[in-house]
């Protein structure tokens, strides 16, 4: 049976990603609210809507991926949104990174349109939107995930079913809270090194070696010596999930100490007009209070 896909947000991360799909051989349909974030996508062969309620009239998937969680409840339930005129029994996949009871949230009002949804987060920023290469973190039912699993695949390689819906975003909420802590970490090391005297990147190269290497210490270790931030995620968007994070970890009165300080750590990079720079950036804040 053809599948005839939906995809609404082809941004940074997502015109790589659709354009991955249609390399699948899939047909796509698809909005922006910009139309010159559209063109790459029509210039392949979609076909372009008007709204995302036009993609939902055509499609028997329909991907998003948006800034927040306010823009993935616009995009479903608003005026021109999908649940207007998507078909019983089409699903909605959401790969924005957003809140997870929120997500429950969609889920189950979806549910009562008739309306499937997985939640499908990712990691691995553009360079794996671009390769599809993407680890795609999902959410909700077993039957639906098997149902859309050959599109993830085009994608990603990392492809894991976490449990029910908002269990996705509850993984891409680990994630963040790893990497963020991570690049803190090496933040502080190559400060520490800079601080005694110690060549940095002579000290990141010694510790690539040994159980402190990791990938953040390779890339970003690499960017903070170079002092490049170009964006490979901003810190506005590392900065607004880390919010999710700690405004979900408030609901439950969990502890996360390490991660509040990052999260204001990211905060100050907002305050100084940083929003747009990479979130290993997050070396300036450090450096800035050692006196660096």
């Given at each position: 049976m053809t599948i005839n896909i939906g995809f609404?947000?082809?941004?940074?991360?997502?015109?790589?990603?659709?354009?991955?799909?249609?390399?699948?051989?899939?047909?796509?349909?698809?909005?922006?609210?910009?139309?010159?974030?559209?063109?790459?996508?029509?210039?392949?062969g979609a076909t372009g809507c008007a709204s995302a309620s036009e993609?939902?009239?055509?499609?028997?998937?329909?991907f998003t991926i948006v800034s927040d969680t306010p823009d993935v409840e616009a995009v479903i339930f608003g005026?021109?949104?999908?649940?207007?005129?998507?078909?019983?029994?089409s699903v909605i996949v959401d790969m924005s990174t957003i809140?997870?009871?929120a997500t429950k949230a969609f889920s189950e009002r979806l549910e009562k349109l008739g309306l499937e949804m997985l939640d499908a987060p990712v990691s691995g920023g553009e360079t794996g939107a671009i390769n599809a290469t993407l680890s795609i973190m999902v959410g909700g039912k077993t039957k639906v995930f098997e149902r859309v699993k050959p599109l993830f695949e085009c994608m990603g390689k990392n492809i894991v079913h976490i449990g029910e819906n908002g269990a996705g975003q509850v993984a891409k909420a680990c994630n963040q809270i790893v990497v963020a802590v991570t690049i803190e970490a090496v933040a502080e090391a190559l400060t520490f090194a800079r601080k005694n005297g110690a060549d940095p990147a002579k000290v990141r190269d010694a510790l690539?070696?040994?159980?402190?290497?990791s990938k953040i210490m390779e890339v970003h270790?690499?960017?903070?010596?170079?002092?490049?931030?170009?964006?490979?995620?901003?810190?506005?968007?590392?900065?607004?999930?880390m919010r999710i994070v700690m405004e979900t970890a408030h609901q439950l009165g969990l502890a996360l100490p390490a991660a509040a300080m990052v999260t204001q750590h990211l905060n100050a990079l907002m305050g100084t007009g940083d929003a747009n720079l990479d979130s290993a950036a997050i070396v300036k804040v450090i450096a800035r209070m050692s006196g660096i």
């Amino acid at each position: 049976m053809t599948i005839n896909i939906g995809f609404i947000g082809p941004g940074i991360m997502g015109r790589p990603m659709a354009l991955n799909l249609m390399k699948g051989g899939y047909k796509l349909w698809a909005y922006a609210r910009r139309p010159e974030t559209l063109q790459p996508l029509t210039v392949a062969g979609a076909t372009g809507c008007a709204s995302a309620s036009e993609v939902a009239k055509h499609a028997d998937v329909i991907f998003t991926i948006v800034s927040d969680t306010p823009d993935v409840e616009a995009v479903i339930f608003g005026e021109q949104g999908i649940a207007k005129h998507a078909r019983p029994g089409s699903v909605i996949v959401d790969m924005s990174t957003i809140s997870p009871t929120a997500t429950k949230a969609f889920s189950e009002r979806l549910e009562k349109l008739g309306l499937e949804m997985l939640d499908a987060p990712v990691s691995g920023g553009e360079t794996g939107a671009i390769n599809a290469t993407l680890s795609i973190m999902v959410g909700g039912k077993t039957k639906v995930f098997e149902r859309v699993k050959p599109l993830f695949e085009c994608m990603g390689k990392n492809i894991v079913h976490i449990g029910e819906n908002g269990a996705g975003q509850v993984a891409k909420a680990c994630n963040q809270i790893v990497v963020a802590v991570t690049i803190e970490a090496v933040a502080e090391a190559l400060t520490f090194a800079r601080k005694n005297g110690a060549d940095p990147a002579k000290v990141r190269d010694a510790l690539m070696g040994g159980f402190a290497g990791s990938k953040i210490m390779e890339v970003h270790g690499k960017r903070m010596l170079d002092n490049d931030f170009k964006p490979g995620f901003k810190v506005g968007l590392h900065q607004k999930d880390m919010r999710i994070v700690m405004e979900t970890a408030h609901q439950l009165g969990l502890a996360l100490p390490a991660a509040a300080m990052v999260t204001q750590h990211l905060n100050a990079l907002m305050g100084t007009g940083d929003a747009n720079l990479d979130s290993a950036a997050i070396v300036k804040v450090i450096a800035r209070m050692s006196g660096i």
